[in-house]
């Protein structure tokens, strides 16, 4: 039901920005486009986004899209996996909607994530059809993507708020330096998820956003307008602010992946089928499993 | 072939013009560009002053003044422009029995050419070799002066400089001018001078040029340019539509842009549009597949009544309006 | 020309009367489609008596092109005479070249429905696009390309005003220095051609 009006509503938005014939930065806008680039008191964006997109942004992304994983790999030769026990009991911690919703997200990601990189690196694809391609996929499935993260903030806002038990995990960086089975101070999502969730969610908004921006060009934004930002300085920082989240995203999205699928064994069946073994509850969760046993649960 | 800049001939076109212009006297004559230089031969497309306006006026001799002719000619001072009459006096020669049969009445009717042959032999021009004029004294004003548009928004200006008594059969059209700017004091009703004219990015042309796409799109859309003061006497925002009411009880609603080019006492519309009128959209009336790229309200809905006193050209640049938000 | 000339537009803003005649051209020239203008005249501080002028914009085909230094498809190129050019096969229409121009010059024809943005299209000082020389197919993508016929970009040759110039950037500001030392006492010289035109010579 959601999903309609999301996609009505980009529909409408969409028509929007065909209704324009001519550019935005061109038109009307071009005497302040172009004083927007380097005048006294303007925001210099162009020359920053030149210098970024022709020196940083490449080598940083292959700094996360090899770097990441170099590091993983490190830590699963040096430290090894965590493995739990398949014996005790399993603790049932996601409902059907919250893995289903997971899913698309997971999907639009699969998809999001290779797309967006083929077309940073577009010249060692040799661009053309193949690269238009990508950007026509990373555009659509950012309609998964926004079905999937709606809901996602709503349902796992409630226990994703700052907690004491966050700073004592990110002192220890999660147990994850070590193989020992002490119990982690964690609720039911520990620091490092609550991170990747406001990345994935606020972080998410905002890449659809600036996304939207640089996809459709016209967009215009009266509150922008009225604070002197022109359309060309919008979409400058759009550029910026994407590829900066983009290297976050990758670098963050990559870590999940790792933890869930080899990092600690078996936790990605708790997304497929919604169950927890209990002593991976017990060691990594451990407020949430005390919690859990205050209620009878367990 | 031809020289770049003076289009003369030269080699093998010697003595011809690119492009053959006006005018052309004999078959052999090259034409001339030129509109006056008597350091040339007319042959070689000199000319002098054509005789245009009688042999006198108000015991002005009208030829040109002695040794005043194209090089080369046969007669050095000024000459009337040759007829059949005149010719073998002012050109000093004979025409034969056959020649005086063929001959036309005057230069312009000469189908023989005999007139045009004889005259370059003896290096004259057929029009003749006269005096341009400076007063013009078939017209009302022989001299320009100023008189006030029929509307204008000077009552003082219009007794200082009245315009003409009216004109009946004016082109078979009772004209009116005196009874029409001394029926009422126009500039109560309408207080705000009213300018149309062209865009200089539409070349000049008129409604044509709403056909080309190109053009359309530099101005897709009728306006008045309006001055921000006067705009906002009337509470006229930058963009939002205003109706422009005439002296002849019309009124168009077209868009108003702010534009400091106009100062605060008129307004300026432009007379590229067409298809609109009085607000209402009439362009589904224009013939399947003929309806322009941009349409809009005419300027000339409201331009206001007056002709010229010699052409019976509609006046369009002066006149008076009133304006309110709509 | 020189041997290492380099090719670039000048607008002189004394001169231009923003008659539009040139982006005009342009479009017509190039057949370019609806709402795409390679070229556009500005006028700045219309109507406030001694400030305003117009000039005449389009791609100033930069010595150092912030676009082709951002592309993500490495589409741009940069002629030995100084023309910035881009590969339309190549280009993905990320619109990053915008970004990074000065100028607002990249223009986004929309492509089909719910305005999705084609590849980048901009002003190539009529000298086509890689395709093969005054090919059919450089004709459709990139206009015409009459800097190979030895014919100056369409633009500045209808200029009526001769505002907007084109040629090595050596003599164009000889040109335009010249302009400059005789405002206010004319030219010492006839006007271009008068003694020909009207004199006795040829």
Known sequence: ?298 | MFDQISGRGYGEMKGEYYGLPWPVWTETHGGSPLLYNINRSVAEGGMGFRNRFGLEHDGQDLLAGAGSAPKDSANKDGYPEITAKNIEEVLGIKLTADEKKRIGKNWKVDTSNIIAEKCMQQGMAPYGNAKARAKVWTFPDQIPMHREPIHSPRQDLVKQYPTYEDKRDHYRVDTQYASKQNEQDWSKDFPINLVTGRLVNMNGAGMENRASKYLAALTPEMFCSINPDLAGKYGIRDGSMMWIHSPEGTKIKVKAKYSFSVPEDRIFMPFHFAGHFQGEDLSHKYPKGTKPYAVGESANTVTNYGYDIITQIPETKGGLCRIEFA | MSENARLKFYCDEHRCISCDGCSVACAEAHELPAGINRRKVITMNEGILGLEYSLSIACMHCTDAPCEQVCPTDCFYIREDGIVLHDKEKCIGCAYCLYACPFGAPQFPSDGAFGIKGVMDKCTMCAGGPEETNSHKEREMYGQNRISEGKVPVCAAMCSTKALLVGDSAEISDIYRERVLSVGHGVKTQPYGWSTAYGSKI
């Not at chain 1, 996609?7 to 920005?17: V, W």
């Not at chain 1, 940083?60 to 699963?76: Q, T």
């Not at chain 1, 996929?137 to 309609?143: P, R, V």
Request: charged content about 15%; overall charge positive.
């Open chain 1, 1 to 298: 039901m959601k999903s309609k009006y999301i996609i009505i509503a980009l529909l409408a938005l969409s028509s929007l920005a065909f209704g324009a014939s001519e550019s935005v930065v061109w038109s009307d806008n071009l005497i302040d486009n172009i004083l927007g680039y380097d005048k006294k008191g303007s925001l210099h964006l162009g020359q920053y986004f030149t210098i970024l997109q022709s020196t940083y942004f490449k080598p940083l992304f292959l700094g996360v899209l090899f770097g990441v994983p170099a590091v993983f790999l490190l830590h699963y030769m040096v430290i090894g996996p965590m493995i739990f026990s398949h014996d005790r009991k399993k603790i049932y911690v996601f409902t059907l909607f919250h893995r289903v919703i997971h899913a698309i997200a997971g999907v639009s990601f699969i998809l999001l994530i290779p797309t967006g990189l083929i077309m940073m690196f577009a010249s060692t694809f040799g661009g053309g059809e193949f690269v238009r391609v990508c950007k026509e996929i990373h555009a659509i499935s950012t309609l998964l993507f926004i079905v999937s993260i709606v809901p996602m903030f709503f349902m796992w806002l409630r226990w994703m708020f700052i907690h004491l038990d966050d700073i004592k995990w990110l002192m220890i960086v999660g147990g994850y330096l070590n193989k020992d089975k002490k119990p982690v101070p964690a609720g039911r999502f520990n620091a490092g998820q609550k991170t990747w969730y406001w990345l994935a969610t606020l972080g998410g908004f905002i890449m659809i956003g600036t996304g939207a921006a640089m996809y459709f060009q016209d967009i215009r934004l009266d509150i922008l307008a009225s604070n002197h930002i022109s359309q060309i300085d919008f979409l400058r920082a759009s550029a910026i602010v994407h590829n900066a989240l983009g290297l976050a995203v990758v670098a963050l999205f990559f870590t999940h992946v790792y933890m869930a699928v080899f990092a600690i064994k078996g936790a990605i069946h708790s997304m497929i089928d919604g169950h927890k073994e209990e002593e991976e509850v017990e060691i990594l969760h451990s407020s949430y499993y005390r919690e859990l046993k205050e209620k009878g649960e367990v």
